[in-house]
């Protein structure tokens, strides 16, 4: 016969597998007392402890339970911190396993079925892990009540479910934690595992703040971190950045998670995990959130709106890098030095969304088999954030040059000076006074006044085309809302997705938002004064390209007329103004230049009515040229519509 091996010579398991070990050789002595004979269940759990503590040992309950006892200070792992954070006894980690073991082997729920029959459950009940504690470990756990006092149950990692007595409850773990404290912490359900990425297209000075911040964040001087910023401003990022430096793993976790489940920050701890929450928070709204139950930093990521009422949290603002590392982001994503520095001047954007449209503009160019170019960036752009934006706004496609733009020469000189200030809106503010330098926006607000087809939503795409932006016409009807406070949330929403992009927004009849406020005390006029103080506010402070659009200037609240940098007029057009847009709308398939000169003069329409009339001519004319009579047809039609007579001067035009 050999030698019996010394018990002292074989290793310690690991504390987790000695822990699910011992709790199986705990059932074996259990079962082998309170059922009647042993069953075909109890050799398939020697064969599961032995898998734990090693084919060579003893599979003695006592012996273990003796051994685990005077080596309970030999812990490791995420179950062994726990342990220690928690100065829980060898009794309390048996149920712990006990619970944590239900949601991972379908032979614990086997045992636990035979156990508590006829009741199948196979959650162990309260009375259950009292009787199991109170055999294998003698003077510990002698009622539901010792149960409910222990600090498992009292921090959250163990719930006692259901109704009726205590004793009748069931015990239960989250498995996901209990996989966690077993070493595999492969997520959590709804929430995302962010590695670390993109540090490169953060700004220079947040890169820099991070090793202050996980010195704070160290030495428990602040709980955690709220960034702000627009969607796609590196918030996301930055968090993931600062997670690296602090030996963590940053994971986004939904509020909504958060709040159902209270050991989520637990689990952060023990799986040594950054948590990442985004309120979504309108105007004026307050979080209050619950952190006394997660023993690491938390970082919340906000947009401009909203506050987190907590202590001890530092508070970082996103914004888009400079224009000298913009366009170094451009150049890697590009490798062209000459669009590198044309787009980083016109487009504030983030790091993470000039990588997106480099991307986006290099597919679309190996597309076409052409170089890349300023127009393949545009469309990139267009398509940046634009399922988001359609859900608020609509956009504009229209692609409008100088050339197809008819105004008058100080109307085209106004334009010229808004998109010269819309180039410069960076930079302009450099060498200028303290005062202007204290206040520095580089947001760029302009109202086009004109009568309904003088072309001021041609001109908002001129402008938007010119600086290679795309245009987003605000849909009122989807922001505005019956629900008071969601109107707000809505308009707040979409400027931030705006300057997230970069886009420019267009408020077409802006007297319906921007109107005069009322002296009125009803509950209506309240709310609207309180909208519009909204809109002069957060307008006033977008980063971004706002055009508004109204008949008179008369209509629009004064109070906002002095936040607007540029009130250009376009005019009803003259005589010169409409023969270029009859020769600029018929184009080669005109009856010729006499006709022309004969409707500049008789024929007073705007830009948006004579777009109608050679509409109706071209499909009146089908593919051949377009006569005189074509177009008499189609002023016909169009002065009808207004309820105005054909001049006598126009009929001739029907016999040429």
């Given at each position: 016969?050999?030698?019996?091996?010394?018990?002292?010579?074989?290793?310690?398991?690991?504390?987790?597998?000695?822990?699910?070990?011992?709790?199986?050789?705990?059932?074996?002595?259990?079962?082998?007392?309170?059922?009647?004979?042993?069953?075909?269940?109890?050799?398939?759990?020697?064969?599961?402890?032995?898998?734990?503590?090693?084919?060579?040992?003893?599979?003695?309950?006592?012996?273990?339970?003796?051994?685990?006892?005077?080596?309970?200070?030999?812990?490791?792992?995420?179950?062994?911190?726990?342990?220690?954070?928690?100065?829980?006894?060898?009794a309390e980690t048996f149920l712990l396993t006990l619970a944590g073991e239900v949601e991972t082997t379908h032979l614990i729920n086997l045992v636990l079925g035979e156990l508590q029959a006829p009741n199948r459950s196979s959650r162990p009940f309260v009375h259950l892990g009292v009787a199991l504690t109170d055999a294998l470990y003698p003077s510990t756990f002698r009622t539901a009540q010792d149960v409910s006092r222990s600090p498992l149950v009292r921090s959250g990692i163990l719930s006692i479910d259901g109704d009726g007595p205590v004793?009748?409850?069931?015990?239960?773990?989250?498995?996901?934690?209990?996989?966690?404290?077993?070493?595999?912490?492969?997520?959590?359900?709804?929430?995302?595992?962010?590695?670390?990425?993109?540090?490169?297209?953060?700004?220079?000075?947040?890169?820099?703040?991070?090793?202050?911040?996980?010195?704070?964040?160290?030495?428990?001087?602040?709980?955690?971190?709220?960034?702000?910023?627009?969607?796609?401003?590196?918030?996301?990022?930055?968090?993931?950045?600062?997670?690296?430096?602090?030996?963590?793993?940053?994971?986004?976790?939904?509020?909504?998670?958060?709040?159902?489940?209270?050991?989520?920050?637990?689990?952060?701890?023990?799986?040594?995990?950054?948590?990442?929450?985004?309120?979504?928070?309108?105007?004026?709204?307050?979080?209050?959130?619950?952190?006394?139950?997660?023993?690491?930093?938390?970082?919340?990521?906000?947009?401009?709106?909203?506050?987190?009422?907590?202590?001890?949290?530092?508070?970082?603002?996103?914004?888009?890098?400079?224009?000298?590392?913009?366009?170094?982001?451009?150049?890697?994503?590009?490798?062209?030095?000459?669009?590198?520095a044309e787009v980083a001047a016109s487009a504030l954007l983030s790091g993470r969304v000039i990588e997106r449209v480099a991307t986006n503009a290099r597919l679309l160019a190996k597309r076409e088999n052409r170089p890349l170019n300023r127009h393949h960036l545009a469309e990139a752009r267009r398509s940046l954030g634009a399922e988001r934006l359609r859900l608020l706004s609509q956009p504009v496609e229209s692609r409008v040059e100088r050339e197809a733009l008819v105004v008058p020469p100080s109307t085209g000189a106004r334009l010229d000076d808004l998109i010269l200030r819309a180039r410069r809106r960076e930079s302009l503010w450099a060498g200028l006074g303290t005062t202007l330098r204290s206040t520095p926006n580089p947001g760029v607000r302009a109202l086009f006044v004109g009568e309904s087809g003088t072309g001021k939503t041609l001109a908002a795409s001129y402008v938007a085309t010119t600086m290679g932006a795309p245009l987003y016409r605000v849909d009122l009807s989807a922001v505005m809302n019956k629900y008071i406070g969601e109107s707000e949330k809505n308009l707040s929403a979409l400027l931030d997705l705006?300057?997230?992009?970069?886009?420019?927004?267009?408020?077409?009849?802006?007297?319906?938002?921007?109107?005069?406020?009322?002296?009125?005390?009803?509950?209506?006029?309240?709310?609207?004064?309180?909208?519009?103080?909204?809109?002069?506010?957060?307008?006033?402070?977008?980063?971004?390209?706002?055009?508004?659009?109204?008949?008179?200037?008369?209509?629009?609240?004064?109070?906002?007329?002095?936040?607007?940098?540029?009130i250009i007029e376009l005019p009803l057009p003259g005589y010169q103004e409409r023969l270029a847009l009859w020769r600029s709308h018929l184009g080669d398939r005109g009856p010729g230049e006499e006709v022309y000169r004969e409707l500049a003069s008789y024929c007073d329409f705007a830009g948006g009515q004579l777009r109608n009339v050679v509409i109706a001519a071209a499909a009146r004319a089908q593919n051949r040229s377009i006569s005189g009579q074509d177009l008499l047809h189609g002023l016909r039609g169009e002065y009808g519509k207004i309820g105005r007579a054909l001049p006598e001067k126009l009929a001739s035009i029907g016999r040429r």
């Open positions: 016969m050999s030698k019996p091996i010394a018990i002292k010579q074989l290793p310690l398991p690991n504390t987790s597998d000695r822990q699910r070990g011992l709790l199986r050789l705990g059932l074996i002595e259990f079962c082998s007392q309170a059922l009647s004979k042993d069953g075909s269940l109890l050799p398939l759990l020697r064969g599961e402890a032995a898998q734990f503590l090693g084919p060579e040992a003893p599979l003695s309950w006592p012996y273990w339970r003796d051994r685990v006892t005077t080596d309970w200070t030999q812990q490791d792992g995420a179950l062994g911190r726990l342990i220690a954070d928690l100065a829980l006894t060898p004793p009748l409850r069931v015990l239960g773990v989250h498995p996901s934690f209990w996989s966690i404290l077993n070493g595999d912490p492969w997520g959590w359900p709804e929430c995302r595992l962010r590695p670390p990425a993109d540090a490169h297209l953060l700004p220079r000075e947040l890169r820099e703040e991070i090793p202050k911040l996980v010195e704070l964040l160290t030495d428990g001087e602040m709980k955690g971190i709220l960034i702000r910023g627009n969607p796609g401003s590196g918030r996301t990022a930055l968090a993931g950045e600062l997670a690296h430096a602090l030996g963590l793993t940053a994971i986004e976790i939904p509020v909504s998670s958060w709040e159902r489940h209270p050991v989520l920050g637990q689990a952060c701890r023990y799986a040594d995990w950054l948590p990442v929450l985004q309120p979504s928070l309108g105007p004026g709204e307050i979080w209050r959130p619950e952190f006394g139950r997660a023993p690491i930093p938390v970082a919340v990521l906000l947009g401009n709106d909203g506050a987190v009422e907590t202590d001890d949290f530092l508070e970082l603002v996103t914004d888009v890098p400079n224009e000298a590392q913009r366009i170094q982001l451009w150049k890697q994503s590009l490798d062209d030095s000459a669009l590198a705006a300057a997230a992009n970069d886009v420019v927004l267009l408020f077409d009849e802006a007297d319906s938002l921007f109107g005069h406020r009322t002296g009125g005390k009803e509950t209506g006029e309240r709310y609207a004064n309180m909208l519009t103080n909204f809109l002069l506010s957060r307008i006033e402070h977008h980063p971004g390209i706002v055009l508004l659009t109204s008949n008179s200037r008369e209509r629009i609240d004064t109070a906002f007329t002095r936040r607007i940098d540029f």
